[in-house]
């Protein structure tokens, strides 16, 4: 059974998460005025109603890399909040999936790959 929080639980959640990645990292983003957004009503089925798979917990728009944006302002991060709760069964598993998911699209955020996320230390 899924593990659910309120939203402005995951809202502090997602709060740690950043509060994990190191100043100098979150000062650049801070300037850049990058928003971090949490999407908890996603619907059901296979895709929500904005046609995200539900296997997506999170994603980064506003840049070169980001799958889902042509646009280049504004800057976020989307995380996925029934999407990532659906894969967790225990607080502990779903911190650890928030911190995951916004480190993996920070690291997006500043142009990193997938192949580059294998060899990087921006991660739990």
């Known amino acids: 059974m899924p593990f659910h929080v309120s939203a402005d ?10 509060n994990s990645i190191p100043e100098p990292l979150r000062a650049r983003m801070d300037a850049d005025n990058l928003m971090i957004t949490v999407r908890s009503d996603t619907g059901g089925g296979d895709a929500d109603e904005e046609g995200v798979d539900q296997h997506v917990l999170g994603y980064f728009e506003g840049g070169g890399e980001s799958t889902f ?4 302002y504004p800057k976020r991060i989307v995380l996925m909040q029934q999407h990532i ?3 967790c069964r225990t607080r502990a598993e779903l911190v650890a999936q928030v911190t995951d998911t916004v480190l993996h ?13 294998r060899t990087t230390r921006l991660r739990r």
């Open 9 to 18: 639980e995951f809202e502090r959640i997602a709060g740690e998460a950043l």
């Open 69 to 72: 944006s042509a646009f280049g």
């Open 85 to 87: 709760e659906r894969w």
């Open 105 to 117: 699209e920070v690291a997006h955020y500043f142009g990193m790959s997938h192949d580059d996320m």
